[in-house]
């Protein structure tokens, strides 16, 4: 997998302790990236938006409710 740009941080208000999430987006040999999400530092999760427009964890412990949240806030970064 390759670096398909540059890393961000998001914030979700009232969650994960309002500290920033380091979002690190891969591209995958589908096409489709893959967003690794750090806290502090250490991996917490990585997600993926499937071709239907959902969120899906590949791997992590988030809800359903924050998972969303994180994709959303993935969208609006990415404009």
């Given at each position: 997998m390759e670096?398909?740009?540059?890393?961000?941080?998001?914030?979700?208000p009232g969650r994960l302790t309002d500290?920033?999430?380091?979002?690190r987006?891969?591209?995958?040999?589908d096409g489709i990236p893959i967003y690794h999400c750090f806290l502090d530092g250490t991996s917490i999760s990585q997600l993926r938006q499937e071709p239907s427009g959902e969120w899906v964890q590949i791997w992590g412990n988030?809800?359903?409710?924050i998972v969303q949240q994180l994709g959303a806030r993935i969208i609006q970064h990415r404009g």
């Open positions: 670096k398909s740009e540059d890393t961000f941080e998001i914030i979700l500290r920033p999430v380091l979002v987006p891969e591209q995958t040999t988030f809800s359903p409710e």
